[in-house]
């Protein structure tokens, strides 16, 4: 078959061949690459038409431009065209008004008709090349030539530098088009139809096009709207531009994202030298997940700083560059920007918390820190665990971090650390104890109704639920008291609760501790006098001194008092001077409340005129004998 000639080319694109020419066609396009490249410069032409307004030329003018348009019409040179278009152009603004919608409106069944359009089309396609390349202003009797949205396409694309990083360039380049067409506007995208138009108005300008940073333009234009096809011209451009413009080359091949954009930058590597540091932040912006490993070695032999590193690769998604990061703090490296990416990325703790078992105590330490200021929830039962063993302090304090931090399940396990509570009327009597105490002090009063909660919804072992009711008392709260209140008729909690009441530090709870001071069984005894001396007042201190009377409770309730410094102790350690077991240690109490002073012997009588408790006989009128 001999070449096709421009009638069944037009017969092709407008579909109007029958099925065995069209066949026959087909053969022979796949054969002859110069038919090839006539189809594509027609399909080309053809977009066009459908956009650009036509205009009723002189028979004079359409002949020349007849002649120039087929003379380029694969590809237009930039002189000839440019003269060509304003040369249109000018007769645009003689008789555009004539010939407003005979383009639209005209059938395309006349072949001829439509290969006088052709030519007129691809020379007013020449005119948006000139405004967008060759810096012509594009004034309001041009726009009447191409009153389309390739033109406010040409003018954006003018306003983007080849060389320049925009922060966000996509997003401001489809504000700018979306601003210039209403119509596209779907949300964060553009409408499937706009998106269309400027495709192909960026496939006619890229053949138009021949300088390198019109190309970087385009391109970048082309990333923005999403289109990959365009992705293996930019890969071409960066192997053939100038020294000049390859870092922004690069950047736009980059800007296309994805795997297939990082294996294109990694060919291109091989075959061109890139500056290591380029092509490492390139491949990062490419957000491909399998470019880790690169990545980080092309960091390291480049020299650049830790930090800079750090960073960089946070910005590699996926589970390979977080295992590089965290063989790096398990390295050794204390850097705080390395503690920070870490903990700002799940799929590092994630592999953290999977480290924590194989790693040795230092490193273990340093692993629970992190996940302590990482504020990792899924860690908790890790930590809980961790508490029972050596690294009891940097596990607390990592649970303490992450309690604070707002998950209610650290909150609960550090109640659970509590020690054993069968006898807490000494309670806390250990270091483990006053540190877990200190933590739950720190918690905010929201917690203690968590602790409530758990004691009432959570009936798992009785141990546990003691540990909610005195964690409860501990943080403290407004409407604590009222339901530990509620849980001391329940046996196996009383000692807890009244425990509780007693750190909660409310005097008004005396009244329901007070009944308990007096029970027939030991513990619950203790526990409310331990519970009486930590609210103190007038109340409690005659709670306590009839306790003296009991000799199985008296050295229990000096044991109780001897950290208290207010007045209200002072009746209590006096009528503990009675006692011969409990004198001394009252004697001391009592020197230790006035810094040494006082009677010399511990007479109670003395030290009561001492402290004014009790006038002494001598000091008012003399008392009447009794008869």
Request: one cysteine or more; hydrophobic letters at 45%; a positive charge.
């Amino acid at each position: 078959m001999s070449c096709l000639d421009s009638v069944d080319l037009q017969s092709l694109i407008d579909g109007t061949h029958d099925a065995a020419a069209r066949a026959e066609a087909d053969r022979h396009l796949r054969a002859c690459g110069e038919c090839r490249d006539a189809l594509r410069a027609f399909q080309r032409v053809e977009g066009f038409l459908r956009r650009v307004q036509a205009v009723s030329p002189s028979e004079d003018l359409l002949n020349d431009v007849v002649v120039k348009a087929m003379a380029g019409l694969t590809a237009v040179p930039r002189e000839p065209a440019a003269g060509a278009s304003l040369e249109v152009a000018a007769e645009v603004r003689e008789s555009g008004d004539q010939w407003d919608k005979t383009a639209e409106a005209a059938p395309r069944a006349s072949t001829r008709r439509g290969w006088f359009l052709v030519p007129l089309s691809a020379a007013a396609a020449a005119v948006v090349c000139v405004a967008v390349f060759g810096g012509a202003e594009a004034g309001t009797t041009r726009e009447k030539a191409v009153s389309r949205p390739l033109l406010d396409l040409a003018r954006t694309l003018r306003e983007i530098a080849p060389d320049a990083r925009r922060p966000g360039e996509a997003s401001w380049f489809l504000g700018e088009i979306v601003a210039r067409r209403p119509e596209w506007d779907d949300g964060d995208r553009l409408t499937p139809a706009g998106r269309s138009e400027l495709l192909r108005g960026l496939r006619g300008m890229w053949h138009r096009a021949d300088a390198p940073d019109d190309h970087v333009r385009l391109l970048r234009v082309a990333a923005a709207l999403d289109a990959s096809e365009f992705r293996h011209r930019a890969e071409r451009l960066v192997l053939d531009v100038p020294e000049p413009l390859l870092e922004a080359a690069i950047t736009t091949l980059a800007a296309f994202g994805g795997d297939e954009a990082a294996k294109a930058l990694v060919r291109v590597s091989l075959r061109r030298e890139l500056p290591t540091g380029v092509l490492a932040e390139a491949l990062v912006r490419t957000k491909s997940r399998r470019v880790a490993r690169r990545v980080w070695n092309l960091l390291t032999v480049d020299g650049e700083e830790l930090e800079r590193s750090y960073v960089l690769m946070h910005r590699v998604p996926g589970r390979a560059a977080s295992r590089i990061l965290v063989g790096d703090f398990l390295a050794g490296s204390e850097a705080p920007v390395l503690r920070r990416v870490i903990a700002e990325r799940t799929d590092a703790l994630a592999i953290l918390r999977s480290e924590l078992s194989r790693v040795d105590l230092a490193d273990r330490v340093r692993v629970l820190g992190l996940l302590g200021e990482a504020g990792d929830r899924k860690a908790v039962p890790l930590l809980e665990r961790q508490l029972k063993g050596v690294a009891f302090d940097p596990a607390l304090k990592a649970l303490a971090r992450v309690a604070h931090a707002g998950s209610s399940d650290a909150m609960l396990a550090v109640a659970r650390a509590l020690g054993p509570l069968e006898d807490v009327g000494d309670w806390p009597t250990g270091a483990r104890d006053q540190a877990i105490t200190r933590v739950l002090r720190g918690l905010p009063e929201s917690a203690a109704p968590l602790f409530l909660d758990a004691y009432v919804e959570r009936p798992g072992r009785v141990s546990d639920r003691r540990r909610y009711l005195i964690a409860a008392g501990i943080v403290g709260g407004d409407l604590v008291r009222d339901r530990v209140e509620r849980a001391l008729p329940v046996a196996q909690v009383r000692r807890a609760a009244l425990t509780a009441l007693g750190l909660l530090g409310r005097r008004g709870a005396v009244a329901s501790v007070r009944r308990h001071a007096t029970s027939e069984d030991r513990g619950t005894r203790r526990c409310a006098l331990a519970a009486l001396a930590r609210l103190g007042g007038d109340e409690s201190a005659r709670v306590l001194t009839r306790a003296l009377r009991r000799s199985a409770d008296r050295r229990t309730v000096i044991a109780f008092i001897r950290y208290a410094t207010d007045p209200w102790v002072i009746p209590v350690y006096i009528d503990g001077l009675r006692y011969r077991d409990t004198h001394d240690d009252c004697l001391r109490g009592l020197r230790r409340l006035v810094g040494g002073r006082g009677p010399e012997g511990g007479d109670p009588d003395a030290w009561k005129v001492w402290f004014g408790l009790e006038v002494p006989p001598t000091a008012g009128p003399p008392v009447p004998k009794r008869t």
